[in-house]
């Protein structure tokens, strides 16, 4: 009996690699018209290499990138981008398509929902909170909540704790094999790898099932659920 559905947040409910690549493209252009003299792919490759380094959700991008290029925080470029970077996150952040009929009807056929990310938890919290999907779930660790990354057991364990379900009532879905498929199996907890939101060109997931389309959630879980 499914009673619960963990999902993975970003690349699993939120196109968060669209919604970065926009960003960045957005932040480069008006670096550059407010007298940044640098070519743009160069621009680009550069921010790439400070969030290989400092991970993708590095809050210091431009400080960063401005002081190794410029040897200091020049205020006119530095603040074209952030605000050039907001407005095309705010743009650019959207769910994959039916995230939210699926939640919803997930929801009515008494599904607990909950959500795991790496992401700082104010990142986290302000995608949801965006989206307006806040308040369908039943609660979201973050890393800060467990101070541990997928795979590690402890932030499944801490949902399945707050959910009030046994590994076997619960399905894991997430885009990242390595941390959300192998995290979860560990604990016995069901997987489903959200193909449509795979940027590594997985081939093999290891998961239990595999979907093209979030909403095929629903027909899975009615079929476990059937009597």
């Known amino acids: 009996m499914i009673k619960a559905?963990?999902?993975?947040?970003?690349?699993?409910?939120?196109?968060?690699?669209?919604?970065?690549?926009?960003?960045?493209?957005a932040a480069v252009e008006a670096m550059i018209d407010a007298g940044l003299d640098m070519p743009r792919e160069e621009v680009k490759a550069k921010i790439y290499g400070i969030y290989e380094e400092e991970?993708?959700?590095?809050?210091?991008?431009?400080?960063?990138?401005?002081?190794?290029?410029?040897g200091g925080i020049d205020p006119k470029i530095?603040?074209?981008?952030?605000?050039?970077?907001?407005?095309?996150?705010?743009?650019?952040?959207?769910?994959?398509?039916?995230?939210?009929?699926?939640?919803?009807e997930l929801a009515k056929r008494g599904i607990k929902l909950a959500v795991i990310s790496d992401a700082p938890?104010?990142?986290?919290?302000?995608?949801?909170?965006?989206?307006?999907?806040?308040?369908?779930?039943?609660?979201?660790v973050t890393f800060e909540d467990t101070g541990e990354l997928k795979p590690s057991p402890a932030p499944f364990l801490k949902a399945l704790q707050s959910l009030m379900v046994k590994p076997a009532e619960a399905i894991m879905v997430g885009d990242w094999p390595e941390r959300d498929v192998v995290g979860a199996k560990r604990l016995g907890i069901r997987t489903v790898f959200a193909k449509y939101g795979d940027t590594f060109g997985t081939t093999n997931s290891g998961a239990d099932y595999e979907i093209e389309d979030i909403a095929e959630l629903l027909k899975l879980v009615d079929e476990e659920n059937s009597p």
């Open 121 to 140: 938890k104010l990142q986290a919290w302000l995608r949801l909170c965006q989206l307006k999907l806040h308040h369908l779930f039943d609660c979201v």
């Open 78 to 104: 530095h603040a074209a981008g952030i605000v050039a970077y907001r407005k095309a996150r705010d743009a650019a952040l959207v769910t994959y398509p039916h995230v939210d009929y699926t939640l919803i």
């Open 55 to 70: 991970g993708i959700e590095y809050q210091k991008i431009f400080d960063q990138f401005l002081t190794r290029e410029l």
């Open 5 to 25: 559905i963990i999902f993975d947040l970003d690349n699993t409910l939120v196109d968060f690699m669209k919604m970065k690549r926009d960003s960045v493209d």
